[in-house]
């Protein structure tokens, strides 16, 4: 009676087993957002943001170097309290340059999020629809950053790129 028990939960087990593999997919979703047509318009976009912002801020530190070189040049020259307010002069801008740059960081960060949240959300959905049409409960991210180590389901990658006519 145990041996007949145990071939039962063996033939359960082994039938679970090829059942969870039929509901499983994944997709690199990484790899979907690169490939998207909206993704490269929003990765152009933040592209030319960061350059204007690069640009206005390469401005203000050749001010600040020319301020810093005459600065140096009149050091001589200049009495303790002039030379004292010219230091803090340049001091403030360093602090201000520093500024700008962190709000450059920021404005892009959140420009890129901005951007990339209804992409990420079009995938997800155009994703979703594909597993529900071909019986998939499950979807996994096969991206490399994400930890999956082995991927042997269907993976859905192809029928996306036919369907937003990608090759």
Known sequence: MKHLFLAFLVFISLSTVSVAQGTVAHIDM????????????????????NQA??????????????KFVKFEDEASTLSPEESAKRKSDLELIERNLAQSQQNIDKQIAEKR????API???AKTLVTKIADDQGFLYVLDSA????????????LMPEVKRILNIK
């Open 120 to 122: 990420r959300e079009k």
């Open 144 to 155: 490399a950053s994400n930890g999956l180590i082995m991927a042997k389901g269907k993976d």
């Open 53 to 66: 912002y690069r640009a206005d801020f390469e401005t203000s530190y050749r001010e600040y170097q020319a």
């Open 30 to 49: 990484s790899e979907l957002l690169k490939i998207m047509p909206e993704s490269k318009q929003a990765e152009a976009e933040i592209n030319r943001l």
């Open 113 to 116: 999020e901005l951007l990339f």
